[in-house]
């Protein structure tokens, strides 16, 4: 059974960083891209950005490029987002996900599993 679960979230001020991480077992972690989304109260979920399973190709929203970068370790099965410059409106639950294909839309056909997100609140 895949495991996913995000850590890192918290209350921060505008500005400052956060490092998200994630977690999946119950799978081989390096044959899966992956991809961070996330989804504020009222509004729909979004995807953030995503990297193929070797590490090699990554892609961003453009709300959060330039700002945010992902990255992943295959040898502890560990996927991160660093979060730089913070915004309140990047206030949003984020999830980690474990996709079957690479690309950044949000697309449920595209999601094998899901986490069950970590908190970003900032303070403008």
């Known amino acids: 059974q895949v495991q996913v679960v995000e850590s890192g979230g918290g209350l921060v001020q505008a500005g400052e960083s956060l490092r998200l991480s994630c977690t999946a077992s119950g799978l081989t972690f390096r044959n899966y891209p992956m991809g961070w989304f996330r989804q504020a109260p009222g509004q729909e979920r979004e995807g953030v950005s995503c990297?193929?399973?070797?590490?090699?190709?990554?892609d961003y929203a453009d709300s959060v490029k330039g700002r945010f970068t992902i990255s992943r370790d295959n040898a502890k099965n560990t996927l991160y987002l660093q979060m730089n410059s913070l915004k309140h409106e990047d206030t949003a639950m984020y999830y980690c996900a474990v996709l079957y294909s690479f690309g950044v839309d949000y697309a449920p056909d595209r999601i094998k599993s899901w986490g069950q997100g970590t908190q970003v609140t900032v303070s403008s």
């Open positions: 990297i193929s399973s070797s590490g090699r190709s990554t």
